[in-house]
């Protein structure tokens, strides 16, 4: 596909910036007079005669949702309020870039998702946390997916096959009460900003097809999701951390 194209799929044209979540707070609640927050009201299937008032907020903590959405709607001279969490993603180029979506310990996930122990030891073995004594590998600290036998590889690939809606679910959506609803992606480029609005169960449909299988480069994907080690931190303990990203972009091919 080509930029332009990428660029034009599903995509609106929202004129003036989008700097952070704050703009698009600002947005929502100025959405009588604001048409691009009148399309995303539309796009979240509000009929805007309903709609009395919008109130946006940041959302504060390590949440999957970003900014929420307090809508009061009248049908019928009955009187509702909706409450809508967004993911919000600035993207700055035309080949998005990766986003980290989580990460954490090793053992947080074990926790998470009931991990075996076996898959547990190959993680650390993976992030570093369990020190390889296997000669020859690309980077002594650790052990890529690829440079494991393929027992080890089949029991990892199965264990995330087997879970995969849950995982994916956590990673994208969250859980509790800020869990995330909607995935609002900015794509900031050739002066002019793009955005496309998904219910987070596409978005996860996106994200999550495809297989589970080792990449090139010896990681692990879930469908278009990568896991990887964290790394970087000047080689502090927290590079041995587990994260997965995606590329926000998507969206737009969707």
Known sequence: MTKINLVKLGSKTAKGGFRNEKEVIARFNNWKNDVIARKWLEAMGYDLKEVEYVKASKIRGQYK?????????????????????????????????????????????AELWDIPKDIVGILKLFTGEIKPTKKGLKDKRRMRLSE????????????????????????????????????????????????????????????????????????????????????????????????????????FNN
Request: no cysteine; net charge positive.
């Open 65 to 109: 949702a970003d900014v929420q959405v307090r809508v009061q709607i009248t049908i019928k001279l009955k009187s509702q309020s909706d409450i809508q969490n967004l993911q919000v993603k600035l993207v700055s180029n035309l080949n998005g870039g990766f986003n980290q979506i989580d990460k954490r310990r090793v053992d947080k996930y």
């Open 148 to 251: 494991m036998s393929k027992g080890d590889q089949d029991k990892t690939m199965n264990f995330f096959n087997d879970n995969k809606i849950l995982i994916i679910s956590d990673l994208l959506k969250g859980r509790g009460e800020f869990s995330a609803d909607w995935v609002l992606v900015i794509l900031k480029a050739n002066n002019e900003n793009k955005w496309v609005l998904k219910s987070i169960n596409e978005a996860m449909n996106i994200f999550g097809g495809g297989d589970v299988r080792i990449a090139s480069g010896g990681s692990l994907k879930i469908g278009k999701i990568g896991m990887q080690r964290k790394g970087g931190d000047a080689g502090r303990d927290t590079a041995k951390m587990l994260q997965f990203k995606i590329n926000p972009i998507e969206l």
